[in-house]
């Protein structure tokens, strides 16, 4: 059993927190199958009351309730009469028949005629459970998303006929079109069409309850998903957080990490909605993951504490039954083949216990806003998929390969982490253009290799109106017709202070000394032609850091791909001597110091200011903080705060606040 030091009651009287709502709610899917008994059925219902947890998620297989012309929903009306017995909310996935019968189930009609199959499947599960009161809501589709693939199918390739027609024609000014994104902006076209359909067909008989969907794999998928315009029809976004599954840019001792940005990017996405994790990995993989492993108890607090602070309404594991038959049969389950707890649901309880002892605290978290966003722009992951050759096996390449522009983006995410600094990760298009200034706020463009020409101008009215802008690696390489437009007329080189004179592939890592630092630099060393900016950084061959005045703003331009060499080297120490002076802003609470394989996550409670700090490095570590903590609010081993100096051993959580 874990030792929590919670003092929260005794900072009451000086803590200024008006509970804003409830705490995170916590729950896990329960798997209904075929073959189960009603006391299985209530067993783990009973499991989840007595564990704390509040909220299911429940599919709702069309085959298992629809024969022809019959319609029995007896298997899944216990499950109700369950929940409503132990008082569980429910969130019914929506899952008519899979033509396939995937694991994950289809992304898209197969034809007009399965359309209208999924059309009678919804009024007619809506209509009966519309009024038990104890549906929470619908989750439209299980895990959107395809890994950038259209599918083959005759009522996608209609759908993209008709879409194509309605584009604008070619005109490139003398220049051919010899690739395109028609497929991949026809996808995120093609995904958000379908949801809303989904959504537009559930208000037709359910107009109270809330509409959700869970985006998958999303450090890949992430192209694919046009959040904003999702948020028209959805009442909260969600996401599947499987670190088996989706954390293949990490290696293990990060998954923490992986987590942050995983919410990270699904709060980015929700804008003013709420979000959720919809499904978070609880228990072992043998045969149904990428790399399959059995999640620590130490691994579930660390992941659970990440995404309560970062802000989530809820958390659903996946899942607390294994189911018996399929591809993850006695998988991924809370409990074990008894159905007793294994250490893994022991320890979800213990944080359950914290925040539902707390609701003070744990009722009023948001995120601290450092003026840092690192935006990514789904055209750069597409161009990269779009150019890839054979080197796949090659480490020497990684930064070529799919994942590299993510991975940039990560680098310097990482880094801010090991800084207690914490950045906001955004598509180009979540983030508000629209300010009458954009003083004390730094965007980072690290390694995003297309800048479509929608782009341009926001860039240069945010740096124009005060704004700070850091540029890293073959950022604006190609625009979003594949040109490359330092050969063909580079648009920012007002802004920016010059132009790309080359970049030269050198296989794997080396180091470049910049800003007068030495920094590990991965794959491209590239050298630019000032045209009124200030060199920073100049060698024999020419100049390899530019920053550049303009307007109200300033840029730090430098087009060789440091962040990814960081990351590769993991060693944030130089990267971080080199940019954080160049922030526009820097904040007065943070690390003293970069401490590796330390994670920072700050956040805010009412008025007072915290801190989630997980150790991953192997090691006993000191934490120093710029401005010393007043108090140790959590510690689920045996931290220490000394002087204000928090002292955690390998694998510990704490919270400090200030």
Excluded at 281 to 290: D, I, K, L, R, V
Excluded at 546 to 569: D, K, Q, T
Aim: include cysteine; proline fraction near 5%; charge should be negative.
């Amino acid at each position: 059993m874990k030792k929590f030091l919670i003092i929260l009651a005794l900072l009451l009287g000086s803590l200024s927190v008006a509970a804003s709502g409830s705490v995170p709610v916590i729950g896990a899917q329960v798997f209904i199958e075929l073959g189960q008994s009603s006391e299985e059925v209530d067993g783990w219902f009973r499991t989840l009351r007595e564990n704390g947890m509040e909220v299911c998620r429940i599919r709702l297989f069309e085959e298992y309730i629809h024969n022809g012309s019959k319609w029995d929903y007896s298997l899944f009306d216990r499950a109700f009469d369950a929940a409503a017995k132990y008082d569980i909310k429910i969130f019914l996935t929506l899952f008519p028949t899979d033509p396939d019968r995937s694991i994950g189930g289809f992304k898209f009609p197969f034809t007009k005629a399965h359309k209208t199959a999924i059309a009678t499947y919804i009024k007619n599960v809506v209509t009966h459970y519309r009024s038990h009161p104890n549906l929470m809501g619908w989750v439209l589709l299980n895990e959107p998303g395809t890994d950038g693939v259209l599918p083959e199918t005759k009522y996608t390739r209609d759908c993209f006929k008709q879409w194509k027609a309605a584009r604008p024609v070619w005109n490139g000014g003398g220049y051919e079109r010899l690739m395109d994104f028609d497929k991949e902006a026809f996808l995120v076209n093609h995904t958000t069409d379908f949801l809303g359909w989904i959504a537009a067909e559930i208000r037709k008989y359910d107009q109270e309850h809330e509409l959700h969907v869970n985006n998958h794999q999303i450090f890949n998928n992430i192209a694919e998903y046009d959040f904003p315009a999702w948020r028209q029809f959805l009442t909260s976004l969600g996401a599947s957080a499987h670190p088996s599954w989706h954390f293949g840019y990490f290696s293990r001792d990060r998954f923490a990490v992986a987590m942050s940005a995983n919410c990270n990017i699904v709060r980015s996405g929700a804008g003013a909605l709420p979000f959720w994790i919809t499904e978070l990995q609880g228990g072992n993989n043998t045969y149904s993951a990428f790399n399959p492993f059995c999640p620590t108890a130490d691994e579930i607090t660390q992941w659970m504490w990440t995404s309560i602070t970062a802000g989530i309404d809820g958390l659903i594991f996946w899942s607390l039954n294994p189911r018996a038959v399929g591809g993850e049969a006695g998988e991924w389950g809370l409990v074990n083949f008894q159905n007793g707890p294994s250490d893994r649901l022991e320890a979800a309880r213990e944080v359950i216990e914290t925040i539902h002892g707390n609701p003070e605290f744990f009722s009023s978290i948001k995120p601290v806003d450092s003026g840092i966003t690192l935006l990514y722009l789904r055209e750069s992951l597409w161009a990269e998929r779009k150019v890839q050759m054979g080197d796949l096996g090659d480490a020497r390449y990684e930064g070529r390969h799919q994942g590299g522009v993510i991975k940039s983006i990560l680098g310097i995410y990482e880094m801010m982490l090991e800084n207690g600094i914490g950045a906001q990760i955004a598509e180009f298009r979540e983030f508000d253009w629209t300010q009458e200034s954009y003083k004390g706020r730094t965007l980072v463009l690290a390694g995003q290799v297309c800048l479509p020409s929608e782009s341009w101008e926001p860039l240069r009215s945010f740096v124009r109106k005060g704004g700070k802008l850091i540029v890293e690696g073959l950022t604006g390489w190609y625009d979003e017709n594949m040109r490359c437009r330092f050969q063909t007329g580079f648009p920012l080189e007002d802004v920016f202070g010059g132009c790309l004179q080359e970049s030269k592939c050198t296989p794997g890592d080396f180091t470049m000394e910049i800003g007068g630092k030495v920094l590990p630099v991965h794959l491209w060393k590239s050298f630019i032609l000032p045209k009124g900016g200030e060199p920073v950084s100049l060698e024999a061959e020419g100049v390899t850091a530019l920053r550049n005045r303009f307007g109200g703003g300033e840029v730090l331009w430098i087009p060789s791909c440091i962040a990814i060499g960081a990351r590769r080297a993991s060693d944030y120490i130089a990267l971080s001597a080199l940019l954080l002076p160049e922030l526009a802003q820097l904040p007065v609470i943070r690390l003293a110091q970069p401490c590796p394989g330390v994670m920072v996550q700050r956040f805010h409670s009412g008025d007072r200011e915290a801190a989630l700090v997980i150790n991953k490095s192997g090691k006993t570590q000191i934490v120093s903080f710029s401005i010393p903590a007043v108090s140790l609010i959590y510690a689920d081993k045996k931290a220490e705060l000394k002087v204000g100096s928090l002292q955690l051993c390998p694998e510990e959580c704490a919270i400090v606040c200030w």
